[in-house]
């Protein structure tokens, strides 16, 4: 991931793009409705995004046709759940694949669907699972964020997997393939994702609680449990 322009047979391109096209509408749809009643999460809005280019922009070499990166698509989750994070995904890869040569065109349905949908939602479902469980925000931060990460190449593997099939074992040996090679690369980057991304989350609690509150991350502490300040809190 990105997987690069051209790489994906045409039959394959289109059906990702397709498959994509659904979740990026509704993400629209979202955002118009943030940005018209809360017009003061733009600056945040606007943060989540170049979070997600600048960390998504930097490119380790790991298979022939894509690279290993960051996503950075954790944080938004968090913030604005996933629908607005895939509309920031795809504006992210959009210019990336202009302005950047980093994936392309051809593979943008593609690459939206891994980064900017499967990876902000199975992300955001670690964190609603691990703060119902009464984890700390800052854990589940992190396990957020290396999850967004980690499940984008699993994704990105299948996708592989599905095009290029290995000529002896079919589909679930080019997955293993594809999946091992990524691995080496993508854990150690998910955990330092992870990391930076409590970084950030622990700059904007002290820096924007009321922005955090309004979103519901964090909420005043007499309506939690123990209450005498502002408590980290799930939505």
């Not at 979202?30 to 979070?51: I, N, Q, Y």
């Not at 964190?127 to 980690?150: C, E, G, H, I, T």
């Not at 080019?174 to 990524?182: C, H, P, R, T, V």
Request: charged share 10%.
């Amino acid at each position: 991931m990105h997987i690069a322009e051209g790489f994906l047979p045409p039959a394959h391109a289109v059906a990702w793009g397709v498959a994509s096209a659904p979740f990026v509408a509704h993400g629209v749809r979202s955002l118009t409705r943030e940005v018209r009643e809360h017009p003061e999460s733009t600056l945040l809005l606007g943060a989540s995004g170049a979070f997600t280019f600048v960390l998504s922009a930097l490119k380790l070499p790991s298979v022939t046709g894509s690279c290993s990166h960051p996503t950075g698509t954790g944080l938004g989750a968090i913030l604005f759940r996933p629908p607005i994070m895939a509309v920031l995904g795809t504006i992210t890869l959009l210019f990336q694949a202009l302005l950047l040569a980093h994936g392309g065109l051809t593979t943008l349905g593609a690459n939206v669907f891994s980064m900017a949908i499967v990876g902000p939602w199975a992300g955001y479902a670690v964190y609603k699972l691990l703060r119902r469980s009464n984890v700390p925000l800052m854990v589940a931060v992190f396990f957020a964020a290396f999850v967004a990460d980690l499940s984008t190449y699993c994704v990105t593997s299948v996708q592989l997997a599905l095009a290029f099939p290995d000529p002896g074992s079919g589909f679930l040996g080019a997955l293993g393939k594809f999946g091992s090679i990524f691995a080496l690369t993508q854990i150690p980057l998910a955990v330092s994702e992870g990391l930076l991304t409590v970084l950030v989350m622990r700059l904007l609690v002290q820096s924007s609680k009321g922005e955090l509150t309004r979103l519901g991350v964090l909420v005043p502490q007499k309506q939690a449990r123990t209450g005498t300040e502002t408590e980290a809190v799930g939505r």
